[in-house]
């Protein structure tokens, strides 16, 4: 029998299969998991105080990784509390392992105070789930858990790992397991809507997924620069390459109407890595399908495809002698006064390093953030793909985590940020370089406009009341320093400048308190 228990096991088919970092905020039942890492050093541990850190950091991981991280969660409990993150990094198709405690197996049938039953939990993430039998197992199942969370496009495997399977001896160690490769699009599809494009009608290219990097952006703009189709990128993308000389993509809106607007007059809708829109709620009066009625959409390329492939085929089909359009290198002048919505955008604008990674939460403060920005330095952008708030800084961590080298910028709205704030000790702990600015507003002003929207009577004390963030006003820069983490306060543009400066300059962990107007 091997000398291994399960949980050392694991950890080591986990190392062997690539995943060389684990955010966890463990309990009892995870002990032996926590006690095996120091026999596997090329397995890095990351606490996170809150799941949502632990399971926002592993999306953040994987998005600028290309590989996953592994989570280690408490029983079932632990695992709701990451759902909400868990939720964005499933609707940004990253590929994460988690690995969920649960109680001996012999300790179940007493319905302990933490007894819950795990599997319907996991159902509702879409992944891949099993529960290891028995400490022989546990290698075989960790590496068809990696490669099942790495088949494309990327998803959730879901290992349940009792305690008595983790301090069990036998343990046996698994060789990796290959993930599936991304699957062709047909010559014939490829010819069918390069067909379309030659029509002459107005046709609209909508992309996302891996089309969103570099390769994908300047196929999708010899496809709209040789045939006069509009090019859009999703809203939300996991990921997306921009700045100086690369094609700046016009992203679609966030409102229904912007996106009506944006497909006016389109007969043909393109889709490539992605889905053809659909309004983020339901209003009354107005569609939820935002495809104009008379158009018709044509699938280039699901998110399983290899969509930049079949993008680069339409493209030498479709318009064989056009080249992408770069953006220029263009940066904003530094604004003065006193900050506004407006203005703090440009200040960011003009003082983004290169090769920057931004995890943008900024909401409706960060609205005209992507035109600022179109002309700075090549970067990275990580936007809220699920919609769930409190993603921003979590997604910051695992991203500096991945990319120690690169500056990490997190634009994070202050309701946004309570959610997961204790994410600043995790990034105070391990030393990494992420600068915080918090765009402190006093207010969910998103809320404000939805209700607008809704048609909801927004005129009442009570209701003002819930969307408003005041009495206290938050000190997001004495909450900061509580855990570690520099901070500074900025009311003026020359402020958030220096803060900026002063934080792209020095290592570690920064935060800057910007307080900036509602936009609503």
Not at 349 to 372: C, F, H, K, W, Y
Request: proline share 8%; with cysteine; aromatic share 4%.
């Amino acid at each position: 029998m091997s000398e291994l228990n399960g949980a050392q096991a694991l950890i080591r088919t986990l190392a062997g299969a690539g995943v060389e970092v684990c955010f966890g905020n463990p309990g009892t039942s995870e002990m032996h998991f926590v006690a095996a890492l120091d026999s596997v050093p090329e397995m890095r541990g990351v606490l996170g105080l809150f799941e949502g850190v632990v399971t926002g950091a592993a999306d953040g991981y994987a998005r600028i990784a290309g590989k996953p991280a592994a989570t280690l969660l408490h029983l079932g409990p632990g695992m709701v509390n990451g759902l909400a993150n868990m939720h964005n990094a499933r609707r940004a198709f990253t590929p994460v392992v988690n690995v969920i405690g649960d109680h001996a197996t012999y300790h179940k049938q007493y319905d302990a105070p933490l007894e819950s039953e795990i599997e319907p939990l996991a159902e509702w993430l879409h992944g891949w789930t099993r529960r290891v039998k028995h400490p022989s197992d546990i290698g075989a199942d960790a590496a068809t858990a990696v490669a099942a969370a790495q088949d494309p496009p990327g998803r959730h495997a879901n290992l349940i790992l009792p305690a008595d399977v983790s301090w069990g001896e036998g343990g046996q160690v698994a060789d990796p397991v290959p993930p599936r490769s991304r699957k062709p699009v047909d010559d014939d599809v490829v010819a069918q809507i390069a067909g379309v494009l030659a029509s002459g009608e107005p046709a609209a290219l909508l992309i996302g997924g891996p089309a969103c990097d570099p390769d994908g952006l300047r196929a999708t703009s010899r496809i709209a620069a040789g045939t006069g189709a509009k090019a859009f990128v999703e809203t939300f993308p996991a990921r997306l390459e921009r700045g100086a000389g690369l094609p700046a993509i016009e992203r679609l809106g966030y409102l229904a109407e912007q996106v009506q607007y944006q497909l006016t007059g389109i007969k043909h809708l393109i889709v490539a890595g992605t889905q053809a829109p659909v309004s983020f709620f339901a209003y009354p009066g107005k569609p939820s399908d935002l495809v104009p009625e008379d158009a018709t959409v044509h699938v280039l390329a699901t998110r399983e495809q290899d969509v930049v492939g079949a993008l680069a085929a339409l493209a030498d089909r479709a318009a064989p002698d056009a080249e992408p359009q770069p953006a220029e290198a263009r940066r904003p002048e530094l604004p003065s006064g006193e900050l506004t919505p407006q203005n703090w955008v440009d200040v960011v604008g003009a003082l983004l390093p290169e090769g920057a990674i931004i995890s943008d939460e900024a909401n409706t403060s960060g609205v005209l953030l992507p035109m600022a920005t179109a002309g700075a330095p090549q970067h990275t952008v990580l936007t809220l793909t699920g919609g769930a708030i409190g993603q921003g800084m979590p997604v910051a961590t695992g991203a500096a985590i991945a990319a120690p080298g690169r500056p990490v910028l997190n634009l994070e709205a202050d309701g946004s940020a309570m959610y997961t704030i204790s994410a600043l000790w995790t990034q105070a702990r391990e030393s990494l370089n992420v600068t915080t600015v918090v765009l402190n507003n006093a207010a969910y002003a998103i809320l404000r406009m939805e209700m607008q929207r809704t048609g909801a009577d927004l005129s009442g004390p009570a209701a003002k009341a819930l969307l408003d963030l005041s009495r206290p006003t938050m000190d997001f820069a004495k909450i900061a320093e509580g855990m570690g983490v520099p901070a500074t306060r900025a009311t003026t543009c020359e402020e958030l400048a220096d803060a900026l400066r002063r934080a792209f300059d020095e290592p570690g962990p920064h935060l800057i308190d910007a307080v900036v107007p509602p936009l609503l």
